[in-house]
């Protein structure tokens, strides 16, 4: 069974490295196999949660790389995969047709590939690279038009900020080493010796509180809705965000050991969802309402995570995936369609484009929390847990869900507006995102057929999950009933979202008409809650000055030695031609000039007359004789 689950990492890997590497010369099939491998993936996916296959094989001396797909990375597999596949198809639409569609469909399968790694590793070392992949690959789609200059500026804050925080990482593997856990299983960090084991729990929670756009981190998802739709769809719904709640869930026994990480990690998501929920209902601009409200969904997971109920988590992953993915390819298509993502200029959206408009309905009821819709199911589970472990974190919790009702009722009644007899004028107020393409593309089928899918998977997960049903599910989650809501939770719960739903609707037409000067009050509070000036100034700003310090470096000492060296060679090499034609050269022609002397010398004897060599031989002879005589 190994070989299936190499399969399912291959083909996502290998397509993409090979779609990357084409380019723009297969522009035109790029998105059939871009979509045909993530359907063969899709079809791997469902094949390894059923047989649960394992792998393992050796990186270094006494290191293996491990992977298994087992109950929690079963279910995330599969949904990983369904979102890649329903997000590809949606693609093509939102693309130009002189877009670099290798690049995108190659980058889109890549970070698909190691989200997948990611959640079937069962050792740090397959792990650490592909979460690396993961970085580099959403700094590339995030930047995917980096000819704008917001945009690329907007991938290098999301890519220093969530690389900073990975470096948690190699800190927690550091420490696994140090503390005599040989074997890098993720399972056997509880038994690392002395304080090791809390460094390297801090270190995880560190990368997966970064990675999920957690506080104080939480401000580069904002930067990060820059990007392509589809990329916001794929990136900010089943696969990055979702990574590091995922890790936290996994390692719920390390955070118990530890005493304080669980504890840590419940709270921090709690006010997560709720700060960042407060932050969402700010927001005029629909792609910013939704990344506001990914950190507050992603919230709950980690809260499910620190009070220790991993299906309440894994069933709030699936449904936020659902409804969010769908969210987010409708605000895209809205955005390409009709140049604009300002909320107020959406009015009417759903009403010109009804398909599409039903779609993005049912998964802002969703994200809504409403009863019996599948994220008011998942919340319920997780604030049971929350409500055994502390009533401060269950009426947290309860308060981040009305808040949820609230910004996603806000979004909902914008785009179900009549639409205003002005709207032309309507259309070009808020062009910044795209350059103000308005009209260039409406939306095809194929942008509008996976929203209504990937919305009625939110809305039906909601029935599957609720009590009495969800048995089977619950069983291959993991936690069984332990943490099942009461009644009467229930009934709280769906009279909070619905009380909160009914608030929002009721005083949104009456905040439409207030006077403009109140919006830069809610921008400065959303500023200060999502912490980015802070983080800018004590992360991004020192990282970019780092860098350029280095580059100065680079180049003034490390280019300048080489520049040295080299033209020290050059000179050592003039010299070492120089002896070489005085010298040598001047030796050979000397010895002969010696011997073509000497010759000369040794010719002028010869000159044919007899008598004259008879004078030699005797004056020869007398020499000789003399010698002769001298010696004895």
Known sequence: MSALLWALIALPLGAGAALLLSGRRWNALAPGLGLAAAAGTFGLAVASAVFRPEASAPLFAGVRAGLRVDGLSAVLVVAVAAVTTAVLVASPGELGPRENRGRFFGLMLLFAGAMTVTVTATTLPPLLMAWEVMGATSWALIGFWWHRPDRVRAADTAFVTTRAADLGLYLAAGAAMAGGVGSLDLTALTGAQGGWRHVACAGLVVAALGKSAQLPFSFWLSHAMRGPGPVSALLHSATMVAAGAYLLLRLHPLLVATGWAAPLVAWTGGVTALALGVVAVAQRALKQLLAASTSSQVGFMVLAAGVGDPSGGTLQLLAHAAAKSALFLAAGAWLTSLGTEQLPALRGAVRRHPLLGAGFVAGALALAGLPPLSLWVAKDEVLAAARAQSPGLYALGLAAAAVAAGYSVKALWYVTRPLPHDHDHDHDHGQEQDGGRRGARGPTRSVSTPVVVLAAAAVFLGVAALPGLSGPLRGVLGGGQQHAPNPWEMALSAAVALAAAGAAWWWLPRSAHAPRTASAGKRWAADWLSMERAA?????????????????????????????????????????????????????????????????????????????????????????????????
């Open 536 to 632: 800018r100034a004590v992360l991004v700003r020192p990282a970019f000055a780092l860098a350029r310090a280095l580059a100065a470096f680079d180049d003034r000492a490390v280019d300048g030695a080489v520049h040295h060296l080299a033209r020290g060679g050059l000179t050592l090499a003039r010299g070492a031609a120089r002896a070489d034609d005085h010298g040598l050269d001047g030796a050979v022609r000397a010895v002969a000039a010696g011997c073509r002397r000497l010759g000369a010398w040794a010719r002028r004897p010869q000159t044919g007359l007899l008598h004259q060599y008879y004078a030699q031989a005797v004056v020869g002879f007398t020499l000789l004789l003399s010698i002769v005589l001298l010696v004895r």
